[in-house]
């Protein structure tokens, strides 16, 4: 069994989707709220994973970075 919390930007604000997954990565449950930080849905999924005797969870963050446009890269200049 395994969590995974999945964070993506939404008209209505940060979306949060916490999934347990079986051993075969096979979603079991899931959940999809709105939140208010990513520290909070952090919090929810260490939560859970904690109530099912789990010490883990992977996280995958698809929001965006404040201040960058779709086509630059974070670290790389601004030259081609």
């Known amino acids: 069994m395994s969590i995974r919390l999945k964070l993506e930007d939404s008209r209505e604000g940060l979306v949060a989707t916490i ?38 969870y992977g996280i995958v963050d698809k929001t965006s ?7 630059q890269v974070p670290g790389v200049g601004n030259t081609l």
């Open 65 to 71: 970075v404040e201040g960058t446009q779709p086509w």
């Open 19 to 56: 999934s347990q997954r079986d051993d075969a990565g096979k979603v079991v449950g899931r959940s999809v709220s709105l939140v208010g930080s990513k520290d909070e849905a952090k919090k929810k999924a260490k939560t859970l994973a904690r109530s099912l005797g789990l010490t883990v």
